[in-house]
């Protein structure tokens, strides 16, 4: 799996757009960006994963570079509850029982 | 949320004692992973299971062992417990669907300690 960098913390004033950024510069041609976030004392939460700029859903939208060497998540209205270590990981999808590698990930903090 | 249920929540124990953490999930799916989590370590995969009865290792698995007899559950032992095993234990699943595995989702943990 690619190796990614993420910054350790962002803060960001509830109601405003949260973009986490991700550094993945030797991502190859069939790997994805998976996104997921853990929030204190819970389970990883599993976000959204894409290829190109082609996915989306209701919690947030990935934005993936040109050349694929880097992606941004982005929160488009943070709200207190999406406080949490936010995780992006570069993997194969097709891979079974493989363990999803968690970096240190980037600490949100949405306040009022 | 994907239905994961995992048990107990929350267990304190002596070492040398054995101890088992139960995942139960309700979406069939046909993969389940353990893994634990330590500060400085992230989340490590112990083992994982592939279906009814097949299961194998993963980066952490010494001191720990699986067994998985219906689709739904997926147990994990700890023969004789030691300190070092004191962690968060996460279940998860994944589904294999349009030719593709899914992602996997996670349990909410148990919290055990080992005294």
């Known amino acids: 799996d690619a190796k990614t960098t993420q910054p350790p913390s962002m803060d960001c004033a509830e109601g405003r757009a949260a973009n986490l950024p991700c550094n993945h510069s030797?991502?190859?041609?069939?790997?994805?960006v998976y996104w997921y976030r853990q929030i204190h004392s819970q389970g990883p939460q599993y976000i959204i994963h894409g290829l190109k700029n082609n996915e989306t859903n209701e919690m947030a939208s990935p934005i993936i570079t040109e050349d694929r060497k880097s992606s941004t998540l982005i929160l488009p209205h943070a709200t207190l509850r999406d406080t949490a270590v936010y995780y992006c990981?570069?993997?194969?999808?097709?891979?079974?029982?493989?363990?999803?590698?968690f970096g240190k990930g980037t600490t949100l903090s949405v306040s009022s | 949320d994907a239905g994961i249920t995992q048990s107990p929540r929350h267990k304190v124990t002596e070492t040398g004692t054995p101890v088992t953490l139960r995942c139960h999930q309700t979406e069939n799916h046909r993969y389940m992973y353990w893994y634990r989590q330590d500060p400085g370590h992230g989340l490590r995969l112990i083992h994982y299971?592939?279906?009814?009865?097949?299961?194998d290792k993963g980066e952490v698995s010494d001191g720990y062992s699986v067994s998985r007899s219906k689709t739904e559950d997926f147990l994990l032992t700890l023969e004789s417990a030691t300190s070092s095993q004191t962690s968060v234990y996460f279940c998860?699943?994944?589904?294999?669907?349009?030719?593709?595995?899914?992602?996997?989702?996670f349990g909410d943990g148990t919290r055990l300690s080992i005294l």
């Open positions: 030797t991502i190859s041609g069939n790997e994805y």
């Open positions: 299971s592939y279906g009814v009865k097949d299961t």
């Open positions: 998860a699943i994944s589904a294999f669907r349009d030719r593709e595995h899914q992602p996997q989702h």
């Open positions: 990981i570069v993997r194969v999808v097709h891979q079974a029982g493989t363990a999803l590698i």
